[in-house]
């Protein structure tokens, strides 16, 4: 699958690579340390549900715009990332997951991980990037609001809890 991302595309000392069956043991070690998640999104990941999630994508969308990545540093898996291009419409992406592994985290490696995404995904063309939160999570809440991501207005339903939607738009004017 190519993808706009690639090894180059990482910000210094790390690489992106798309996540393979393989990588599965490292995902669920990312997760496993991210419990706290999982108590606002139960129930905790096991090897299947990570299986289903690398080919999970909303209908109406290409398969090619599915992209289950992972980003590397020091040829450790650190950090992972759902993305889907083109949705909810054309010029918009939308992350449907994105997680570092704890012993990273207040670090600002997520913030900077964030920022590359959007360079590469506003230098491809996108407009908008766009994203949800269960509105329980405050941490998560925090950490989008502190990289720029505003309420879209719009909540919905995940199973018994609340998903807000937060998007950032690329600040450029239209010509």
């Known amino acids: 699958m190519d993808s706009i991302f690639n090894s180059k595309s990482a910000a210094c000392g790390w690489s992106?690579?798309?996540?393979?069956?393989?990588?599965?043991?490292?995902?669920?070690?990312?997760?496993?340390?991210?419990?706290?998640?999982?108590?606002h999104d139960p129930p905790l990941p096991d090897t299947e549900s990570i299986r289903r999630d690398m080919n999970l994508f909303?209908?109406?969308?290409?398969?090619?715009d599915k992209h289950y990545l992972g980003c590397f540093r020091?040829?450790?898996?650190?950090?992972?990332?759902?993305?889907?291009?083109?949705?909810?419409?054309?010029?918009?992406?939308w992350i449907g997951f994105f997680m570092i592994h704890s012993s990273l985290q207040n670090k600002g490696y997520g913030s900077e991980?964030?920022?590359?995404?959007?360079?590469?995904?506003?230098?491809?063309?996108?407009?908008?990037?766009q994203?949800?939160?269960?509105?329980?999570?405050?941490?998560?809440?925090?950490?989008?609001?502190?990289?720029?991501?505003?309420p879209e207005g719009t909540v919905k339903q995940r199973g018994s809890h609340q998903a807000a939607v937060l998007r950032k738009r690329t600040g450029k004017k239209e010509i």
């Open 131 to 150: 994203l949800a939160y269960i509105t329980s999570n405050i941490h998560a809440e925090h950490f989008w609001k502190k990289n720029g991501y505003h």
């Open 58 to 64: 909303p209908e109406g969308c290409r398969r090619e």
């Open 74 to 93: 020091d040829g450790r898996l650190a950090a992972v990332l759902d993305l889907i291009e083109h949705y909810p419409f054309e010029q918009c992406a």
């Open 16 to 39: 992106w690579h798309v996540l393979t069956e393989n990588d599965i043991p490292s995902v669920l070690e990312i997760m496993y340390s991210n419990s706290d998640y999982f108590r």
């Open 113 to 129: 991980l964030v920022r590359n995404t959007e360079d590469v995904l506003f230098t491809a063309g996108y407009k908008e990037i």
